[in-house]
């Protein structure tokens, strides 16, 4: 080898004196993040953690609102067993003498009772005022009917079951529950006498009766007429009826 072969090659003359230090480089990025000290072993991210927090929570809360729910349930059924509200609708009856609704007035009543907490005791005395409500006063409508109720009555009564089907009855009934039900008839009684029907020896009418004179002032004759204003007002209406049958007469006879 020549001295020329094995002489040193000048070396690259530096553009810089900067030269970084290498123990202070940067070490390369990881891809994976570091792991934070709070995160508990179990989970793998904290994703995971938050989540399971999550689910603890509303396990709790449901389970908490489930204790509230059947604590206020237990409550309440106390509260009812202290008002003697029974087990159920077939507990409640009604008081002695009183007749039980039909079918659905029956299972309203008695369902409208246990939901709001009625006990028995406050049941029957409910029904027992309601009832005594809607019951007739029969002394103060025979008030109203004055002095002569009873003759009233049983003229009206003579009437109807003269004059009115059987199978009719129940709603008779239910219409002579009062004086203005008395009155009612009374008023059939006189529209039918103003027709032409004279009364019969009960007080009632009986159709297809001519009138004369004679019968009528028969009927006046009556300590009726001229006292019980019912009366009296029919045997007026008959006279009524009277010269009208007779007027009529008159033209059929030219």
Same mark, same amino acid.
């Given at each position: 080898?020549?001295?020329?072969?094995?002489?040193?090659?000048?070396?690259?003359? *530096?553009?810089?004196?900067?030269?970084?230090?290498?123990?202070?480089?940067?070490?390369?990025?990881?891809?994976?993040?570091?792991?934070?000290?709070?995160?508990?072993? !179990?989970?793998?991210?904290?994703?995971?953690?938050?989540?399971?927090?999550?689910?603890?929570? /509303?396990?709790?809360?449901?389970?908490?609102?489930?204790?509230?729910?059947?604590?206020?349930?237990?409550?309440?059924?106390? +509260?009812?067993?202290?008002? %003697?509200?029974? &087990?159920?609708?077939?507990?409640?009856?009604?008081?002695?003498?009183?007749?039980?609704?039909? %079918?659905?007035? &029956?299972?309203?009543?008695?369902?409208?009772?246990?939901?709001?907490?009625? /006990?028995?005791?406050?049941?029957?005395?409910?029904?027992?005022?309601?009832?005594?409500?809607?019951?007739?006063?029969?002394?103060?409508?025979?008030?109203?009917?004055?002095?002569?109720?009873?003759?009233?009555?049983?003229?009206?009564?003579?009437?109807?079951?003269?004059?009115?089907?059987?199978?009719?009855?129940? !709603?008779?009934?239910?219409?002579?529950?009062?004086?203005?039900?008395?009155?009612?008839?009374?008023?059939?009684?006189?529209?039918?006498?103003?027709?032409?029907?004279?009364? &019969?020896?009960? /007080?009632?009418?009986? *159709?297809?009766?001519?009138?004369?004179?004679?019968?009528?002032?028969?009927?006046?004759?009556?300590?009726?007429? /001229?006292?019980?204003?019912? +009366?009296?007002?029919?045997?007026?209406?008959?006279?009524?009826?009277?010269? !009208?049958?007779?007027?009529?007469?008159?033209?059929?006879?030219?």
């Amino acid at each position: 080898m020549s001295a020329e072969e094995t002489a040193t090659e000048p070396s690259e003359a *530096p553009s810089t004196l900067f030269q970084p230090d290498a123990s202070e480089a940067e070490a390369p990025a990881s891809d994976t993040p570091e792991r934070p000290e709070w995160l508990l072993e !179990k989970f793998n991210s904290p994703e995971d953690q938050a989540k399971a927090y999550s689910d603890l929570y /509303g396990a709790y809360s449901k389970k908490t609102e489930d204790m509230r729910a059947e604590v206020k349930a237990e409550a309440a059924e106390d +509260y009812a067993k202290s008002l %003697g509200v029974p &087990d159920d609708i077939d507990g409640y009856t009604y008081p002695e003498g009183f007749e039980a609704p039909d %079918g659905e007035i &029956d299972l309203t009543l008695k369902e409208w009772a246990k939901s709001n907490n009625v /006990g028995k005791e406050a049941f029957e005395s409910l029904i027992s005022d309601v009832y005594s409500k809607t019951q007739t006063n029969f002394d103060a409508e025979m008030e109203k009917l004055g002095e002569h109720a009873d003759t009233r009555i049983s003229r009206v009564n003579k009437w109807i079951t003269k004059n009115v089907d059987e199978a009719h009855f129940d !709603k008779v009934s239910k219409v002579m529950q009062d004086a203005n039900g008395v009155e009612f008839f009374e008023h059939l009684m006189k529209r039918s006498a103003d027709r032409g029907f004279a009364p &019969d020896d009960l /007080g009632t009418t009986t *159709p297809q009766k001519s009138l004369t004179r004679d019968s009528i002032r028969k009927m006046q004759a009556d300590p009726r007429f /001229g006292d019980d204003n019912e +009366y009296t007002d029919m045997v007026r209406g008959q006279w009524q009826a009277f010269a !009208k049958q007779q007027e009529a007469a008159q033209r059929q006879r030219r």
